[in-house]
């Protein structure tokens, strides 16, 4: 059973930086594509970033492009979303997610986390 868990959320300034983290346990990480999701009160979930298993290729969502930088650390099954230039609007949960490929995990992970909430005050 993979299991994924999200932490470095909180409450921030707009402007200010936040880096999530999310260490996933139970099998091995380097088989798995990653994700960030994340969800605003009254919104529907939304992916902001994905990453290929070997860290080789990623994808952002055009609202996050040029702020927000995934990456991964296989040797520490863990996988990171920086995040730069907060914004109000990036007020959400943010949840951690995987899949056998970055195809599935941009369109339906296999797995997911508890999710962080990260709250942007203007």
């Known amino acids: 059973q993979v299991q994924l868990v999200e932490s470095g959320g909180g409450l921030v300034q707009a402007g200010d930086s936040v880096r999530l983290s999310c260490a996933i346990s139970g099998h091995t990480f380097n088989r798995y594509a990653m994700g960030w999701f994340r969800q605003a009160p009254g919104k529907e979930r939304e992916l902001v970033a994905a990453?290929?298993?070997?860290?080789?290729?990623?994808r952002y969502a055009d609202s996050v492009k040029g702020r927000f930088t995934i990456s991964r650390d296989n040797a520490k099954n863990t996988m990171y979303l920086q995040m730069n230039s907060l914004k109000p609007e990036d007020t959400a949960v943010y949840y951690c997610?995987?899949?056998?490929?970055?195809?599935?995990?941009?369109?339906?992970?296999?797995?997911w986390g508890q999710g962080t909430r990260v709250t942007v005050s203007s």
């Open positions: 997610a995987a899949g056998l490929s970055i195809t599935q995990v941009t369109t339906g992970p296999g797995y």
């Open positions: 990453i290929t298993w070997s860290g080789d290729s990623t």
